[in-house]
Structures are given as C-alpha cells and as structure tokens.
C-alpha cells in the first residue's frame, strides 16, 4: 500500500498558497488531502461538480466510477463535457478533463456501472465514499455497503429546483439514509425521481455539487460539518437551506441487519 | 392556552392549516395533506420524526412541519 506523504513540494506550496493561508487548512491541512482516498460514484452534474474542486484541491487520491456515455442532453450542465465528448464515457473523459487541470494527483477510473457484484472491489480502501448518482437502486446499495463496511458516505442529490445532502458517518448516532427515508426499495413509483423523467435546472447541480465538494473538504480535513447528524434540503427557488435533525431510526433494515450481525 | 382556538400548525413554510383537534398528529397533517406516507420523511421543529412515531407525535400550536420525499437525480 501507498505510504502517507509528510512533506509538500514547492510547485504544491505554490499551487496550493491560496487554501494553505486559510487558518485552519495550513500544510498540515493540505497533507491530510494528499493523502487522502475518495471515491466519486456518477460523473454527471454533481459528480463533474465535486471532482473538479477535489481534484483542484489536491486530493491524493480520486476514483470516477460511472458506466454511462456523455449525451447531448447531459451537455448544459455537466460542464466538464463538451460537443467532442458526445457518445464517450463520462469517468473516462472526466479523467482526462482532471488531468488538465491538475497532473499531481492519482485518479483512477471504472467505466461500469457500480452493482453489488463489483461494490466491494470498487469502495474498499476509500476513506470517504461521495454519492452523486442518478437513481435510488444504487443509492440504497452504496448506503447499505458504507454502513457495513464502516465507510463514510456523503451523498447528495438534485431535482427540479431542489437538492439534499447528508454525511453518514455515524449511523448508530444520527441514522443512514434508508433510516431517514425508510422503504424506499419498496417503492417503485419513486424510482422516478431523477433528473431524466423530472428534469433539472442545470445551475441546481453547481449549487449542490459545490455544497457537496465544501463540505466534503471540510471532513477530509477534520473540520466539523453539520452534515454528520443534520440533511440540508437546498431550495433554489428561495435560496433557503433547511439544516433538519437526523436520529437512528429503530426499525431501519440496514442498520438493524448490523446490529444483529454484531450479535451472532 | 384556550382549548376551544384551533392550533395553527405551519407546513413547509408555506401552507397553514388550522385544527381543532389539540390531539391532532403528524399522521393526521399528511392524511389531511393526502400525502402518500411511503418514502416521504418528515421534521417537526427541525427534528426528524421516524415514520413509525407519526401517529404519536402529537403537535403543538405554532409547529413547523417539513415534509419532503427523497430526490435520486444527480
Ligand atoms: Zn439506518
């Protein structure tokens, strides 16, 4: 494995000055990037958002996992693709997009579509997992997998004129996402509710994608985020953030399949 | 306060609504609201109230109720 890196190079002194003279980045801020390992599951809106300030940043280490090609559709508001990139896959040309911007960082890409078949291959080892996809099969499995495999997720999403973003990383204390929304893989009819049947005002994605990199930075540096125990409902229509409360919920299947694997 | 006003209970910062009832519950608002309990979530003054304590959690007059389901899009 990677051994931890414990000093900066001049060119990243110098590619970094201006979030290293934050009072509470510093080097040793920057270090704790550098040596960290997220993991981007969607490279649409949000997923294109969140890896260009991670990856600008100077995240050690960032892997894109999407299975999906870059349609036209796709084009006002995934900034990271253009015209050429139409029929490509979107982690492979987001890759290259990333590379242009910053050479100094390790990036790794899975063209596929993450399943439970894959899941443990492709998350292991990450020390935070950033949901950004377009579909709540694969919300429900990346939370499930976080909550088991003692992974912290931060997921967010966006509809319409709306987003949500929540921190996992203490499921016992403040619940998982299925604790908030609970059944949700029994309801099919809300298997609707992404941006291909509802639409999506492509700004949305630059709002809550850049919440969702903030916030996510923030973690990786060791900051408080009120994301750990609250979910942010952002409305864009009132530019209103509503920080709510969350708490375990006791009839949770992800969280008490836990428990009780605990107990056996 | 005087049990014959109704209690004003406000939803999503954006509906008023007004009961009687001062036994009137969590359950009561999304039945009122015919709002489909499935995967919606919902915070009373800020607080998540888990979906099985709905028809426990009894309001009070001047209760902010959030209710919202859960967005997939990305
Ligand atoms: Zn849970």
């Known amino acids: 494995m990677n051994s931890s890196v414990n000093k900066l190079r001049d060119n990243e002194f110098n590619r970094y000055s201006r979030q290293i003279m934050l009072n509470d980045w510093g080097e040793e801020g920057q270090l704790r990037l550098k040596n960290s390992r997220v993991v981007i599951v969607g490279c649409g809106g949000l997923g294109s958002v969140v890896a260009s300030y991670l990856a600008g940043c100077g995240i050690g280490q960032l892997s894109l996992i999407d299975g999906d090609d870059v349609e036209l559709s796709n084009l006002p508001r995934q900034l990271s693709f253009d015209m050429d990139s139409v029929g490509l896959n979107k982690s492979d040309e987001l890759m290259q997009r990333l590379y242009a911007q910053n050479d100094d960082i390790d990036i790794t890409v899975n063209p596929d579509q993450l399943d439970k078949f894959n899941i443990d291959e492709l998350l292991t080892g990450n020390d935070l997992v950033l949901d950004c996809t377009d579909n709540f099969d694969t919300r429900l499995l990346i939370n499930q997998w976080c909550v088991m495999n003692v992974v912290p997720l931060m997921s967010a999403s966006v509809i319409g004129w709306q987003g949500q973003l929540l921190l996992v990383d203490k499921p016992a204390e403040h619940g998982c996402y299925e604790c908030l929304f609970g059944g949700l893989s029994d309801q099919k009819a809300n298997a609707q509710q992404s941006c291909s049947t509802m639409g999506i005002n492509p700004a949305m994605v630059g709002v809550v994608g850049s919440y969702q990199a903030n916030q996510a930075l923030r973690y990786l540096l060791k900051l408080p985020t009120p994301l750990s125990n609250k979910i942010a409902l952002v409305d864009g229509m009132t530019m209103a953030v509503n920080l709510l409360n969350r708490q375990a919920n006791s009839q949770c299947d992800v969280c008490s399949s836990i428990k009780s694997s605990l107990i056996t | ?74």
């Open chain 2, 1 to 74: 306060m005087n049990d014959k006003l109704p209690i004003k209970i406000m939803v999503n910062q954006a509906i008023e609504m007004n009961f009687i009832d001062h036994q009137t519950t969590v359950k009561t608002v999304l039945n009122e609201l015919k709002i489909d309990n499935g995967s919606m979530a919902v915070a009373v003054n800020n607080d998540i109230i888990p979906k099985q304590d709905w028809e426990q959690c009894v309001l009070n007059d001047g209760d902010n109720v959030n209710v919202f389901g859960a967005i997939a899009g990305g």
